[in-house]
């Protein structure tokens, strides 16, 4: 149950403090008043989007935390999160006018959907929008299986996997069953390109190292040219003396003879001795490397041809060697698959047959389901409209069978309320007879059958009661004070009948000071009720005979 509501900076909402109680509680007070407010910021803590508009004005944001009694349903959300989940859930919000919005749920930061998700299994608030949602057909099958419980929307559910799962592996089939020309022209035209590119034996790199070895083939007579150079000068002039290596080994006998004269020379002899042998070696690999250097003259133009069937490829396929081999690999695997569409085709066949048979067979076990159920709701609304003043109501569930031979998402038929308000009339739409008041009342016996399969602690009806007036209004206060004793019941109304029979009575009031408008909520003692009452009556507490017919309404309630 909805045990505490703290509000802040919410519309004309400046700071409200609110604590809730077990029973039926109402929320009274002039039209514009600021009771929906209340239910607008409640409806925040249950995952509702956020605007900035809910701002009060002048203020940066708005804060709504809300305290609940934890049911066993969100605490095992709860624990499915990772969070913690004592008796108690505080569930907190703020928006900003920056547009950062952030929600708590036990104190840890949580997202907008957890609360969505949370909130069902908390509150369930009920306002004029879901009379109006009676009146499309689609929702009388969801309350229909709703009244199911937890069992019935377990097959339900697996019913319609099963159907999704069908549609998935038929759309696939279509895409592999198409014109078995422009497949077999895929396929030649897939195995044409692996072939172009397996035939040219393409290595990851190869386009550079080829464009540097064009490169040095090209300028092959520079090079040689400054490298034998580098020989000649360093081993073979025209006189042995004239080359530097004959010269640095004279000069080395040299160095000996004044080494022996002096020792203290010997370190630079042997940094001479590293310098002449190390010339002497680099002598021997430029030798090495002229005795390499190709001599085939052709060498270059099978570069060039090998480069251009590259650049050919890469037209094509991909910017470098390793996208063109990408793209090889990619189309290989594409081709195994149009090469296997056949074998595919007939593994999808028989999944698809698979499970329509499988889903045949839970949607008629859910149709029979359905059925045992439309004639316990049936009887069960019939019997609610009775207390609500609709004695001679019939109510009816009709199928209409699904026409289509395949697999769908809702089973074998469509469900749809049909109802007879008055003796001798035929059952007709629920959407094409029922009035305002009839709907308000359809809704309230149907929320009250659900109560007990959803186990929602806490109901809120804001404003069904439109449209209903007289004893209407008694069976009306009659139902949501029964409904109340299984869980919290917190109703918006107009009607003074209805307030009588609450245990709890809220008076929201809107007052201005300081030039500012603000909302204001009281829990009235007993004697401010009778003033309460006497005010939705339209009198005032001067006027004894509508003083006593507000006291003689909690009289009778009690």
Request: glycine share 6%; proline share 3%; net charge negative.
């Amino acid at each position: 149950m909805l045990r505490e509501l703290q509000i802040r900076d919410f519309a004309l909402i400046e700071e409200l403090d609110l604590s809730f109680h077990t029973g039926f509680s109402v929320l009274t007070g002039e039209t514009g008043a600021g009771k929906s407010i209340i239910i607008d910021a409640l409806s925040l803590l249950l995952g509702q989007r956020a605007s900035v508009e809910m701002i009060r004005t002048g203020a940066e944001s708005t804060e709504v935390i809300g305290s609940f009694s934890l049911t066993p349903p969100a605490k095992a959300i709860l624990a499915g999160w990772g969070m913690p989940a004592e008796e108690e859930l505080i569930i907190a919000r703020e928006v900003n006018l920056n547009g950062r919005n952030k929600c708590w749920i036990n104190g840890r930061l949580a997202a907008v959907g957890q609360l969505a998700e949370l909130g069902p299994h908390l509150v369930d608030i009920v306002g004029q929008h879901d009379g109006q949602r009676l009146l499309h057909p689609k929702e009388h099958g969801k309350l229909l299986d709703g009244y199911g419980g937890p069992e019935h929307l377990a097959l339900l559910a697996d019913t319609d996997r099963l159907a999704r799962q069908w549609n998935k592996v038929r759309t696939e089939l279509e895409r592999l069953q198409q014109d078995e020309r422009e497949r077999n022209r895929q396929i030649d035209l897939l195995t044409f390109q692996i072939e172009e590119i397996a035939k040219a034996e393409l290595e990851p790199g190869e386009e550079e190292r080829l464009a540097v070895e064009r490169s040095r083939l090209a300028n092959l007579d520079r090079i040689r040219e400054a490298v034998s150079l580098l020989v000649v000068s360093l081993g073979e002039s025209f006189s042995e003396e004239e080359s530097i290596l004959s010269r640095l080994s004279l000069l080395a006998s040299q160095l000996r003879r004044a080494v022996a004269l002096d020792s203290s020379l010997e370190p630079l002899e042997e940094r001479y001795g590293d310098i002449y042998f190390n010339l002497n070696d680099l002598y021997g690999e430029f030798r090495d490397y002229l005795d390499k250097l190709p001599a085939d003259p052709d060498l270059l133009q099978e570069i060039e041809l090998r480069l251009d069937l590259i650049d050919s490829l890469r037209r094509k396929y991909g910017e470098t060697v390793s996208e063109i081999l990408t793209y090889q690999r990619e189309a290989e695997q594409q081709l195994e698959q149009l090469k296997n569409a056949a074998v595919r085709i007939d593994h999808l066949e028989e999944e698809s047959s698979a499970l329509a048979a499988e889903w045949l067979m839970r949607a008629e076990q859910l149709s029979s389901a359905r059925l045992k159920l439309a004639a316990e709701l049936e009887g069960e609304i019939e019997a609610q409209l009775a207390d609500l003043s609709m004695a001679n109501t019939r109510f009816k569930v009709e199928f209409s069978p699904y026409q289509g031979q395949t697999p769908r998402v809702g089973g074998l038929e469509d469900v749809e309320f049909m109802m007879a308000p008055n003796v001798g009339e035929e059952l007709k739409p629920l959407a094409k007879i029922a009035s305002g008041g009839e709907l308000s009342r359809v809704l309230l016996a149907v929320k009250t059958i659900l109560a007990e399969a959803e186990q929602t602690p806490t109901i809120i009806f804001d404003e069904i009661d439109a449209g209903i007036g007289g004893r209407t209004a008694v069976s009306l206060g009659e139902k949501l004070s029964a409904l109340s004793s299984g869980r919290q019941v917190l109703c918006v109304t107009h009607l003074p009948v209805i307030a009588s029979y609450a245990a709890n009575h809220y008076s929201v009031q809107k007052t201005a000071r300081e030039d500012r408008t603000t909302v204001n909520v009281n829990l009235l003692t007993e004697q401010e009720r009778v003033g309460e009452l006497t005010r939705m009556l339209g009198g005032t507490l001067d006027e004894t005979v509508t003083l006593e017919h507000a006291r003689e309404l909690l009289r009778r309630a009690r």
